[in-house]
Nanobody, 126 residues
Framework: QLQLVESGGGSVQPGGSLRLSCAAS????????IAWYRQAPGKEREEVSC????????IYLESVKDRFTISRDRGGSTVTLQMNGLKAEDTGVYYC???????????????????WGQGTRVTVSS
């Protein structure tokens, strides 16, 4: 069972930046397709971005394109979500999760047995 830990959240003003990290203890993430999700207060969890496990193909929610960048470090220990130009609507708790695949247009499904971590909170406010 892959257990992931999110970190890097915080409070920033609109236009600010944050860098979120997703890590797994004692396991390389190089072979896993990983997605970032967020849940805003009172809303359902939504998919923000994902990166393929073998080709690093990346998919983004339309509203974060050109502002967020997902990447993985070459050592395979983390998957990062660089968030620039943050807006109030980016506020929420961000989670990372394994997905089965990433193709040209969307992120694949989450395994039924997936365990969600605590997430990391992002607050964008003036």
């Amino acid at each position: 069972q892959l257990q992931l830990v999110e970190s890097g959240g915080g409070s920033v003003q609109p236009g600010g930046s944050l860098r979120l990290s997703c890590a797994a203890s004692s396991v390389s993430l190089n072979d896993y397709a990983i997605a970032w999700y967020r849940q805003a207060p009172g809303k359902e969890r939504e998919e923000v971005s994902c990166i393929g496990g073998y080709d690093d193909n990346a998919i983004y929610l339309e509203s974060v394109k050109d502002r967020f960048t997902i990447s993985r470090d070459r050592g395979g220990s983390t998957v990062t979500l660089q968030m620039n130009g943050l807006k109030a609507e980016d506020t929420g708790v961000y989670y990372c999760q394994r997905v089965y695949y990433v193709d040209d247009t969307h992120c694949g499904p989450i395994p039924a047995t997936a365990i969600w971590g605590q997430g990391t909170r992002v607050t964008v406010s003036s």
